[in-house]
């Protein structure tokens, strides 16, 4: 079986990490860019702004 070369990362608010809106992104899984912290400037429908989001850990799930 092939390795992945891609990773799933949730983005959230830089400002407000809580915040109820995220984004789902995915990211290379090997290579100097996977090392990175990602952050990108992204629409935020409660601010009705553009805010930096970064990556966060995805949440855990229940089987």
Avoid at 18 to 25: A, M, R, T
Avoid at 45 to 51: F, I, L, V, W, Y
């Amino acid at each position: 079986m092939a390795k992945k070369t891609h990773i799933k990362v949730r983005l959230v608010p830089e400002a407000k990490p809580d915040s109820s809106f995220y984004y789902y992104v995915k990211k290379p899984a090997g290579g100097e860019k996977a090392k990175v912290k990602l952050k990108a400037k992204k629409y935020n429908p409660s601010t009705r702004k553009h805010e930096m989001f970064i990556e966060k850990k995805l949440p855990p799930h229940s089987k």
